[in-house]
């Protein structure tokens, strides 16, 4: 995937959101410490809000209280009349498109960073929704450059017929963190201190953009789900197999060339 030209207009809104899923400890942990010092994540013309999504299920260390707040963003639930009868996540994205939003106008944030942990090892993994979008694609390619040696991953989860509905999907450039592996409701402080890098170098790119800095054309490798494979199953549709101890914990994504 190549990028040669990208916006024109600077950034000027970003927040980073913690505690989409509440067991996801390293963006929650991210969150709280830069909400009591936010010295970090600061940089000049940027207005840069930590934000905990999901503050019950947060607090409750689960993934969600009434249904996956990740999955919720849609205009039919934002549109809809808020009630005490809505699911309580449904409820919290009509509050965050307020605070963030509206999803799609010319008001809503330009950038929101999404921290996600993973039980897989997917290592450092940005998450693209958008193959046209220049801006995200050199984005990345300066957190990789970056964060070399170490690996960054980019998941590309477009699709033609289908608008995703994720929390970070009401700002204008939507960008997904996911860092693994690490089980739920745990901290591991090799985790926190890849994801607190991804958000660095970012916010560095955007400071860079923002001052007028030229960027070269790039390409960036990709991986997309090709397809799904379950476990085998008995005939009560019960797991009946477990992962073979050689390949527990591996990461065995194999590159497609070219992704495009």
Not at 29 to 39: C, I, S, T
Not at 109 to 129: K, V
């Amino acid at each position: 995937m190549t990028s040669c030209h990208i916006a024109e207009e600077p950034v000027k809104k970003i927040a980073i959101f913690g505690g989409t899923h509440g067991n996801e400890l390293t963006g929650v942990f991210l969150v709280k410490h830069w909400l009591e010092d936010g010295a970090e994540i600061q940089r000049v013309g940027l207005e840069v809000k930590p934000f905990i999504t999901n503050p019950r299920a947060v607090k409750k260390c689960s993934r969600y209280i009434d249904c996956d707040l990740n999955r919720v963003f849609d205009l039919e639930n934002l549109g809809k009349n808020r009630s005490e009868d809505l699911p309580y996540e449904v409820r919290r994205a009509q509050e965050i498109n307020n605070l963030f939003g509206p999803k799609d106008s010319e008001d809503a944030y330009d950038i929101i960073f999404d921290l996600h942990n993973t039980t897989s090892n997917m290592g450092c993994t940005l998450i693209l929704e958008d193959s046209t979008n220049d801006f995200l694609i050199q984005m990345f390619h300066y957190i990789k450059t970056s964060l070399a040696p170490l690996p960054c991953y980019v998941y590309l989860i477009e699709h033609p017929s289908l608008k995703y509905a994720t929390t970070r999907s009401v700002a204008k450039y939507p960008v997904g963190i996911e860092v693994g592996p690490q089980p739920q409701g745990v901290l591991r402080a090799d985790i926190l201190d890849q994801m607190r890098k991804m958000i660095k170098h970012a916010l560095d790119f955007i400071h860079h953009f923002n001052e007028g800095k030229e960027f070269p054309s790039c390409a960036i490798e990709v991986y997309k789900i090709m397809e799904k494979v379950d476990y085998p199953r008995n005939e009560s549709g019960e797991i009946a197999a477990i992962i073979h101890p050689n390949l527990q914990t591996g990461n065995h994504c194999t590159p497609v060339t070219p992704c495009f």
